[in-house]
């Protein structure tokens, strides 16, 4: 997202007049003349990576033993999914509750104000970049396999039925296996001129072994899918449930007890220290109040887990659990030298550089 930026107010250093930026909580229908911005609430984005294999019994299952001897083919179809991984990320999102307005007055000077698309305050007196969520993976589709058909000879194909096709293609099976055998050795009739020929031959009859046993042992076809959840926490917790996921469906609704729950824990991490009563404090504070707000966030320790695994973990500065503070309106009003950058995903202070101090 690209970043807006707004002047408010206008630039009257030549005339000599009086300097005041007022900004004041947002009321809905009677703020006017003002820049309204939002501080955030931080959002998190959960992308969830799930592993798809599907089976599906060969054509020939039931002959599988007789023929190949193999006696462990299942000869019912099922599907099995899990999580492969869970990735977090942290966004803003403007919070209606702390929404003000920096009032366009007149004979004052007032700072540049650049906002997000949403609305939420991104910087002062200087271009801020807005956070962007990392892409989210693509989701992939199960390889195609070869059809089985294209490897029988006419006698296979020709065959009256499927117990007689079933034999045909088990002795096909096994002269692509004596026919590798003797390449290997060196035995073969028509052996290859070199490595790079002979790695060609093989290959080709692995290929077709592949292909014909897929008709009695069955297939796995293993794809992914991709979703994501995006969810505004307002409260701590230990335990939540964020999503439930079945073995045999994947993703299912949160009051759908065929799935298992997958939760989330968010715990502060009581970086702030407690706010303390100091009367010349907020006396202090009380004549900054036409200032600029921002948040100073808590860091919150967040956990994806199920009953047997911990999927990710992570700490993030979040708006909602912290505090508001004001930057006085004396740091934009002399010469608006004061710049400032916030965090669009907390709403802290990423950077503040006193331009008229350096000088």
Known sequence: MKARTLLCGWALYALGLPAQTEVNPYIPGATVEGVTYYLPRTALRFTVVAEKQVYTPGEFHKYADKYLRLSDVNPEPNTRWRIKSIEVAPYGVPDAQKAYSI????????????L??????????????EETLPPVPEATD???RP????????EILSAGSNAKIAELTAEEIYDIRESREALIKGEADNMPKDGAQL????????LQEQALSQ???????????????DFTPDELTDKMVLFRFSQKLGAVDNDDLSGAPVYLSLKSMNTLPQPQEDEKA????RKMEEGVYYNVPERIAV????????????????GQFGNVEILSDVLFDKKATTEVTFYSSNGGIKQLTDNAAAE
């Open 103 to 114: 009032i366009l007055k007149k004979r004052t000077i007032a700072p540049l104000v650049g």
């Open 116 to 129: 997000t698309r949403d609305g939420i305050l991104l910087s002062i007196n200087t271009t801020g970049k």
């Open 142 to 144: 199960a390889p195609k």
């Open 147 to 154: 059809n089985p058909r294209n490897y029988m000879n006419q």
């Open 199 to 206: 790695k060609i031959m093989l290959d080709q009859l692995s």
């Open 215 to 229: 008709l009695f042992k069955g297939t796995t076809d293993t794809s992914t899918e991709v979703f994501t959840i």
């Open 282 to 285: 907020d006396k202090k504070k």
């Open 303 to 318: 956990n994806v887990f199920d009953a047997s695994k911990e999927y990710c973990k992570g700490e993030f500065p979040m």
